[in-house]
């Protein structure tokens, strides 16, 4: 079955707190049909942790979860699906499992038991060189101290309760005496040693080496059968550059699920990167094409104003790309210390040779290579460039960069550097950048680049060209469970890139009477309020609550006064106190008077980019619940419940701007399969004194979308005589039942709603 779009749902079992299991996404299945997706798109479905509420910290990837429904379950659901003309997607988790409670998972807790003699010690990729006596170092004590109050409680050694296994014939004497005489050796988490990998520097989540063919065979067997018996039609690959060998593992997948299984990878790109066109896949997960979607509505004549906002505060703006790649250095030598210092060993046993800048010299490279990785095919420039440019700036490392690039001819040296540098592109950009920039918060996105001030109309015609030539089948997307914050929180941030100068004002009388405990937090946080801020100025408990939860994890994130490794409760009580202060006081009440002017801008350029994401090259996705206005910030807050009731009436009444826009691209791709698969994409310019307020283009010969944009500035000239040529035909917006043709007048074509979506009636 063709995949033509799909509808992301988040399944979690009853101990999450809040389930939603394969019966209750089979109660859906009449409504997303009638909606107009053509697939479920599933998270993660094989046992997860108990009570996992994302599924991505699998336990057991042999079984399908029974909190979820068990086999029967999901089997019950696909056919449900299947009756209803809907396939299925699954989101599957190659890179690692989840181990933070060992009993729960087999594999890890019988190479806990008894070591490298276990059936899975070739399973994990365990750093037996860490310890002098082979042990697996696990940093899992508060403190080394706590092995001292290790006790031995039957077949185990317990702390509290957590538990961890006794190798056969070892369990005599105290609970100290027993843990050294394990496989395994328990230190304190801050010591920065952990002896396997990890998925970034999450510690309860450890690496798979899938290069080995049997655990790719003992991995896959249940996602063999879902292609075997025809379940599902397509599955989406979580972080496969976690992976010692992506494109080799990807090869395998493609045997494994025939040719015609769609594949889609979350790949994140950098914006001067090209996805590899040799890996067997449609395409990445999309966070590209949000970029494009979004990016295309910020208005550029912002970026001086916000520029200057933001270095009002003692920022220097120009200086992003240093902080970034020293933020990088900064990942790479603390947050993944242990990362390097394994790799380093595996340069010394590569070479023979060592140097004292060693690790410094891995740390300033990685600092100047801009994407997660750069050992495909089509990036094979960049690491020679970048160590080129590190000899440049550092001509004292050029003696151990020579150390290195002479161990880089070793397959682990390679794949051991490119993992970190993986790792350390997340945890400096992602969780930690993207939570300090404060000049438009709405471009710190994943994927996103926020120093490149939105995308221009150039750039996203040809993107989206490229894209349709190149990638036609890969996914676009808006909103993920891991985007920072949700399509129309983005839209309505963006809104501020119009109006610069009013909102420095309000940010200037702010910080005078209501002051943040740091400028730069308060810079931040202030723009993601505005994003979320009710229409009607009423702050609820719930939101209140999600702010505050938010804001924590933000400052953490940023890592500038607090963190989560050394939380500092004096500066984050402060951050606290002041965002009730907001909530409750005079910013609030202008806070309010903001959105109410505003709120309508950020609406239209919500609907153009959801517009755009529907109908531009690509297999739009459509994340639980944004078929309506959404108000989501980063996880878990973006996981909440969904309230269907409320979606089915508003599909019913066809009355809901978004989700006539939803259901309108939905139906239409369905009907015209096609036109959107293959038939290419064509940009259309609109011509009179208020063209760049237009983005349009066509699909195949009978599809044209068109969408405004920059309304604040378009409210106080109007369309006056901007036209846009119409291809020929008669042409009817499939929103509004409205006809047009030839040189149709842009006020005419948005007369009811600030988009159109146009279908040739003779076609």
């Known amino acids: 079955m063709a995949v033509l779009s799909t509808y992301r749902l988040q399944m979690r079992g009853p101990a999450s707190g809040e389930a939603f299991t394969f019966a209750d996404a089979e ?188 655990v790719f065979d003992a991995t896959h067997a249940e996602v063999a059968r879902w292609f075997s018996e025809g379940l599902v039609d397509g599955i989406r690959i979580d972080h496969p550059d976690g992976l010692s060998d992506p494109a080799g593992y990807l090869a395998w997948l493609r045997k494994l699920t025939g040719p015609q299984a769609w594949i889609v990878i979350e790949k994140i790109l950098a914006v001067d990167e090209a996805l590899d066109s040799s890996l067997p896949v449609a395409g990445t997960t999309g966070y590209d094409a949000l970029r494009e979607s979004g990016g295309v509505f910020v208005d550029p004549s912002g970026a001086e104003a916000l520029t200057a906002l933001v270095e009002s505060a003692g920022i220097q703006y120009s200086a992003t790309d240093e902080q970034a790649r020293a933020l990088k250095v900064t990942a790479v030598t603390v947050t993944l210390a242990s990362e390097l210092a394994r790799l380093r060993r595996s340069v010394v046993a590569a070479t ?148 610069p100068s009013l909102w420095a004002e309000l940010v200037r009388g702010w910080q005078l009477t209501t002051p943040p405990p740091d400028v730069t937090t308060g810079l931040f946080l202030w723009q993601n309020m505005f994003g979320v801020w009710p229409t009607d100025g009423v702050v609820t408990d719930e939101l209140r609550r999600r702010l505050h939860g938010y804001a924590e994890k933000a400052i953490r994130e940023a890592a500038l006064r607090t963190s989560w490794n050394d939380p500092d409760a004096d500066f984050e009580g402060a951050v606290h106190s002041w965002i009730d202060a907001i909530l409750d006081g005079p910013v609030g009440t202008e806070m309010s008077a903001l959105v109410a002017r505003l709120d309508a801008h950020g609406r239209n350029d919500a609907l153009g980019q959801k517009l755009i994401a529907l109908t531009g090259p690509g297999i739009p996705d459509v994340y639980q619940g944004t078929e309506l206005w959404e108000d989501s910030l980063v996880d878990p807050d973006n996981r909440r419940a969904v309230d269907y009731d409320a979606r089915r009436q508003a599909l019913a009444g066809a009355e809901h701007p978004k989700m006539r ?73 499939r929103l509004t039942g409205a006809a047009h043709h030839g040189e149709v007048r842009a006020a005419e074509l948005f007369a009811n709603l600030p988009v159109a979506l146009l279908e040739r009636g003779d076609a």
């Not at 843990?179 to 510690?203: A, E």
């Not at 699909?699 to 369309?719: F, H, P």
Request: charged share 25%; hydrophobic share 40%.
């Open 352 to 499: 023979g040779r060592d140097h004292d800048r060693l690790g410094d010299a891995i740390a300033a490279l990685l600092s100047r290579v801009g994407v997660y990785r750069s050992d495909y095919l089509a990036l094979a420039g960049i690491l020679p460039v970048a160590i080129a440019e590190t000899v440049s700036a550092e001509p004292d490392l050029a003696e151990p960069l020579t150390v290195l690039a002479t161990a880089l001819s070793h397959r682990e040296v390679e794949v051991r550097l490119q993992q970190l540098c993986g790792a350390a592109t997340a945890k400096s950009m992602e969780d930690c950048l993207f939570y300090r920039d404060a000049r438009l918060v709405s471009l710190n996105e994943v994927g996103g680049e926020p120093v490149h001030f939105g995308v221009g109309m150039a750039e996203f015609h040809q993107r989206a060209s490229v894209r349709a030539a190149l990638w036609p089948q890969a996914m676009t997307t808006l909103t993920t469970h891991d985007t920072k914050r949700g399509e129309d929180v983005r839209a309505r941030i963006g809104v501020l890139s119009q109006v």
């Open 27 to 214: 109660k859906l299945v009449d409504y997303l049909a009638d909606l107009g997706v053509s697939h479920l798109y599933l998270s993660p479905v094989l046992t997860a942790a108990e009570g996992s509420s994302h599924g991505y910290d699998v336990t057991d990837p042999t079984t399908i979860s029974a909190e979820l429904g068990g086999p029967e379950g999901f089997e019950r659901l696909v056919h449900t699906a299947r009756a209803a003309g809907l396939g299925v997607v699954v989101d599957i988790v190659p890179n690692h499992v989840g181990v933070d409670v060992p009993a729960q998972n087999r594999w890890w807790w019988d190479l806990l038991t008894h070591g490298r003699g276990s059936r899975y010690a070739e399973f994990f990729d365990i750093d037996w060189t860490l310890d002098p006596d082979c042990r697996i170092v696990l940093p899992v004590l508060g403190s080394d101290s706590d092995v001292a109050d290790l006790a031995v409680d039957g077949d185990v050694l317990r702390l509290g309760d957590r538990t961890w296994p006794i190798t056969p014939g070892t369990g005599d004497g105290t609970g100290p005496q027993v843990h050294d005489r394990q496989h395994y050796k328990l230190v304190g988490w801050r010591n920065n040693g952990c002896g396997y990998r990890r998925f970034f520097s999450i510690t309860s989540l450890a690496g798979l080496r899938q290069e080995d063919r049997a």
């Open 661 to 733: 826009v939803v259901r309108a691209a939905l139906h239409l791709r369905r009907e015209r399969p096609d036109t959107f698969l293959s038939g290419g994409y064509r940009p259309l310019l609109a011509t009179g004194k208020a063209a760049e307020h237009l983005v349009s283009f066509r699909r195949g010969d009978d599809v044209v979308v068109a969408a405004s944009r920059w309304t604040v500035r378009l409210a106080e000239t109007g369309w006056g005589e901007t036209t846009l040529a119409l291809p020929d035909g008669t042409w009817t917006d």
